[in-house]
Nanobody, 127 residues
Framework: QLQLVESGGGLVQPGGSLRLSCAAS????????IGWFRQAPGKEREGVSC????????DYADSVKGRFTISRDNAKNTVYLQMNSLKPDDTAVYYC????????????????????WGQGTQVTVSS
């Protein structure tokens, strides 16, 4: 069974940090580009970041540039999203997603082609 499982969410104070993990099972991430999306209550889902499998190119939404870092460890079949300087506006359910193919470029807000989605992990930024 092909699955993506997110973990690492939780409650954090403004200015704090969290690291989200996205672990794949049933398939290898070597052949997939990975995206992180989020959805806050009452809002549309938005792209946060993505990373390719050719060259590890990345892209970020303007709202998270300089604060979030996406990375991948193919040996562990896992992608990470390091989130620093968190703000209340970052509160959302975060989803990772994978699209099959060889990609040298990705665009964070583009949902086209993503085949597999995780169940999401809640991130709450509040004092």
């Amino acid at each position: 069974q092909l699955q993506l499982v997110e973990s690492g969410g939780g409650l954090v104070q403004p200015g704090g940090s969290l690291r989200l993990s996205c672990a794949a099972s049933g398939f290898t991430l070597d052949y997939y580009a990975i995206g992180w999306f989020r959805q806050a209550p009452g809002k549309e889902r938005e792209g946060v970041s993505c990373i390719t499998n050719l060259g590890g190119s990345t892209d970020y939404a303007d709202s998270v540039k300089g604060r979030f870092t996406i990375s991948r460890d193919n040996a562990k079949n896992t992608v990470y999203l390091q989130m620093n300087s968190l703000k209340p506006d970052d509160t959302a359910v975060y989803y990772c997603t994978a699209k099959h193919g060889m990609y040298s470029r990705c665009v964070s807000h583009d949902e086209t082609g993503y085949d597999y989605w995780g169940q999401g992990t809640q991130v709450t930024v509040s004092s």
